[in-house]
């Protein structure tokens, strides 16, 4: 079987990778897509660890996450949707006004 | 086998997301993004946790990427637009540099961490059964995670009506 320790730096690696996306580019949607990439590195290390001790918590709280992923998949384009329909842009620079 | 089925997962996982932060195009990255969680799933199911990997093939891979890929060809943005002359320092160049700084920090904190840190406390030789068992899974959603569970319905709730009431027109 293959050790924990080698999902958990596959895992941080993601994780990383999608913090890089957050950081580095200027398209909202992608933005979006990075979170996405960091929920599921964090599922990977729940279901990965929930497999070594033996347990299916792991398993559930994976359950829960992805729930609330697409709960926030759902309000975050939404939002997008909103946003585009003002400005005329995916550019998170063009939104720095708190009021318009 | 297991490795070789690990290595080749992890692969395709890893590669999918860096093409999916390095495409312009948004349309490329949700095939990107959907391409690293079917390599997810396998690895859901190299961890004997079946429920998981068909969750995630429905609901991500099916449910979550069917929407976003939605909002792309509603909103039609195919390239990225380059930055705006003189916005602010810190969001031209020098601010895409210190994102990616901070990002490689991040992935060599972790790994040196991972590196240090020793797992031996886990217990060797957990039988498949006891976490690839889809009635345990429910019973524990159902029982032990009951107001979890509510809660989550709430919330569910509330992101449709916000989904709905953010994404309306204002005038008719």
Do not use: C
Not at chain 1, 71 to 93: K, M, Q, S, W, Y
Not at chain 2, 72 to 87: I, S, W, Y
Not at chain 2, 134 to 163: D, K
Request: no cysteine; proline share 3%.
């Amino acid at each position: 079987m293959v050790p924990l320790n080698y999902y958990l730096v596959l895992s941080g690696l993601l994780f990383a990778i999608g913090t890089a996306g957050v950081f580095l580019r200027r398209n909202l949607i992608t933005v979006l897509l990075s979170i996405e990439i960091m929920l599921n590195a964090v599922n990977l290390t729940f279901v990965a660890v929930g497999r070594y001790r033996g347990s299916v918590d792991g398993q559930i709280i994976t359950f829960f996450v992805m729930t609330v992923a697409a709960a926030e998949a759902a309000v975050g384009l939404a939002l997008i949707i909103a946003l585009f329909r003002h400005r005329e842009t995916l550019n998170p620079d063009a939104f720095t006004a708190l009021k318009w | 086998m297991d490795v070789l089925a690990f290595y080749a997962f992890a692969a395709i996982a890893v590669i999918a997301s860096l093409l999916v932060i390095g495409q312009g195009n948004p349309m490329h990255s949700v095939m990107l993004l959907i391409v690293s969680f079917g390599a997810l799933a396998g690895l859901y199911v190299l961890l004997d946790a079946p429920f998981t990997a068909v969750t995630q093939i429905i609901v991500y891979a099916g449910a979550i990427m069917v929407l976003f890929l939605f909002v792309v060809m509603l909103l039609n943005v195919p390239r990225e637009e380059p930055a705006p002359p003189g916005v602010s320092t810190l969001l031209g160049p020098t601010g895409m540099r210190i994102g990616a700084v901070l990002s490689l920090l991040l992935a060599g904190e972790m790994l040196w961490a991972l590196g240090r840190i020793g797992i031996g406390w886990f217990s060797q030789g957990v039988t498949a059964a006891s976490v690839s068992s889809v009635a345990l899974i429910g019973s524990g959603i159902f029982t032990r995670h009951a107001f979890a569970f509510e809660a989550t319905s709430v919330l569910i709730l509330v992101a449709m009506l916000g989904a709905v009431v953010l994404a309306r027109r204002e005038h008719f």
